[in-house]
């Protein structure tokens, strides 16, 4: 039966100098980095389509990436795949009284601020002196995720809108802002200045829809996934149409669209 042993001298051999992959051999933390990324993105893909064998494929491809990364840094004598392995159980044990210990919380609530008050904590230990209620968000995180991560921080101080429909009041308002600068864009293609203020509203619109889903508690990255699932399926849908009047290139956006409703109309009766 295979092990998590097994799986190191695999890495192990694939990083060998001495017959090792080419390709394997000439990687680093930095290139490795986007490839940990997107197979933690389909892990959730896995998850969201509800497919238990993918996503046991899919979570082995990221433990791939745990161990990859485990192993170049044994290479360069910072540590091994074990002490990854001893820091996390150390952490979930420390940051678990109420479950490893004798402490008692209420709630959930109270356990999550037990929580937050131990990473400060363990931060503050490493060194680290920032004490904004900000402190911690790590700046590698995809920016959507990072928006409501910065949000939430921002609430658990007060500073939060008490519920949706201020939050709606607020992106009307952004909306408005970018038709101001798509006009002010559109008067003069070349005013640098005046794209950069287009690029910021957009950025307002996006950072307030993160707000909207976080009041919904809706995650931003599920929702997303969701909405480009849909749209390719009814986009492949439209090609399908399409295909025996030689296809949607060459056609009008009408004659388009109209292929777009009755895919919507077939996936409606289908459901």
């Known amino acids: 039966m295979s092990d998590i042993a097994e799986l190191l001298a695999i890495m192990a ?8 992959c080419p390709w394997d051999l000439q990687q680093d933390f930095a290139t ?12 959730a893909d896995a998850i969201d389509r509800g497919d238990m064998a993918d996503l046991k494929d899919e979570l082995g491809d ?28 150390d952490k979930m044990i420390r940051r678990h009284p109420h479950v ?26 490493k060194g680290d002196a920032d004490t904004s209620a900000l402190a911690g968000i790590a700046r590698g995180l995809p920016e959507w995720q990072r928006a409501v991560k910065l949000q939430h921080k921002a609430a658990k101080v007060g500073f939060d809108w008490p519920g949706p429909a201020p939050v709606l ?14 006009d002010a864009v559109a008067a003069d293609p070349g005013d640098a200045a005046a794209r950069d203020r287009l690029e910021d509203e957009l950025g307002d619109i996006l950072f307030v829809c993160a707000n909207l889903a976080r009041h919904a508690k809706v995650d931003v990255g599920t929702a997303l996934r969701r909405a480009n699932a849909k749209f390719e399926r009814r986009f492949r849908a439209m090609e399908a149409l399409a295909a025996a ?21 077939v996936e409606n009766e289908d459901k």
């Open 100 to 125: 490893f210990g004798e402490a008692h919380f209420a709630d959930a609530e109270a356990q999550l601020t037990d929580w937050d008050a131990r990473k400060r904590a363990e931060r503050a230990a």
């Open 169 to 182: 009041e607020k992106l009307a308002e952004e909306i408005e802002e970018v038709r101001v600068e798509f």
């Open 245 to 265: 009047d030689g296809g949607l290139a060459g056609k009008s956006l009408d004659a388009q669209d109209r292929y777009w409703v009755r895919a919507k109309a």
């Open 62 to 89: 990221l433990l791939l990436q745990v161990v990859f990364h485990a192993r170049m840094a044994e290479e360069a004598g910072a540590f091994a795949f074990g002490d990854v392995v001893a820091a996390i159980c």
């Open 13 to 20: 051999k694939l990083r060998d100098p001495d017959g090792g």
């Open 32 to 43: 490795i980095a986007p490839y940990t990324i997107e197979e933690a993105y389909e892990v």
